[in-house]
């Protein structure tokens, strides 16, 4: 399982899975309602998405947001 640790590791995944799922932009942004500036700035690694958004999108294209423990 990977790990993202930032931002744009996490929207760098969110883009690589939807472009092997052949999914565009637009597609995935109607999908969970915002419109495809919003995931063009989410796979950029903008901080300023709203988290609901960023779990919205990883959950539509299969990918699992997890919380681990540091230490």
Not at 11 to 25: H, M, P, V
Request: hydrophobic fraction near 40%.
């Amino acid at each position: 399982m990977e790990t993202a640790t930032s931002p744009a590791e996490l929207g760098a995944a969110i883009r690589e899975r939807r472009r092997r799922l052949g999914i565009s932009q637009d597609e995935l942004a109607s999908s969970i309602g915002v419109n495809r500036k919003v995931i063009g700035q989410l796979e950029n690694g903008k901080e300023t998405v709203h988290l609901g958004i960023v779990l919205r999108a990883a959950r539509a294209v299969g990918l699992v947001v997890g919380i681990e423990p540091r230490g």
